[in-house]
């Protein structure tokens, strides 16, 4: 059982900031990547930031510098801090995770998705 659990989107601003947390539940054994998603309307579906277990991160130019992502290794929970909004952002963000359930086995899950508007 792993199971993501997004939370935190919403209405924002533009200019305005939003922090979108994302916790994986379940048996784990590790999360060697976990990452934030994000599709808008009538697009694909993009990748906006990853964060590795030793913490390297790599973020999608159009956010760098605007947006961080961050990880509780311990709760096996990601969170991406959002700043400078722009309606660009304006998807619905997925968490991904790739988990280790039991050694040697890797499998990839994804959350079902928080929409983030940015709108005056």
């Known amino acids: 059982q792993v199971q993501l659990v997004e939370s935190g989107g919403g209405l924002v601003q533009p200019g305005g900031s939003l922090r979108l947390s994302c916790a994986a539940s379940?048996?784990?054994?590790?999360?060697?990547?976990m990452a934030w998603y994000r599709q808008a309307p009538g697009l694909e579906r993009e990748l906006v930031a990853t964060?590795?277990?030793?913490?390297?991160?790599n973020y999608a130019d159009s956010v760098k510098g605007r947006f961080a992502i961050s990880r509780d290794g311990a709760k096996n929970t990601v969170y991406l801090q959002m700043n400078s909004l722009k309606s660009e952002d304006t998807a619905v963000y997925y968490c991904?995770?790739?988990?280790?359930?039991?050694?040697?086995?890797?499998?990839?899950?994804w959350g079902q998705g928080t929409q983030v508007t940015v709108s005056s």
């Open positions: 964060i590795a277990s030793d913490g390297l991160t």
């Open positions: 991904y995770a790739l988990i280790r359930r039991i050694v040697g086995v890797r499998n990839s899950y």
């Open positions: 379940g048996s784990i054994f590790s999360a060697d990547v």
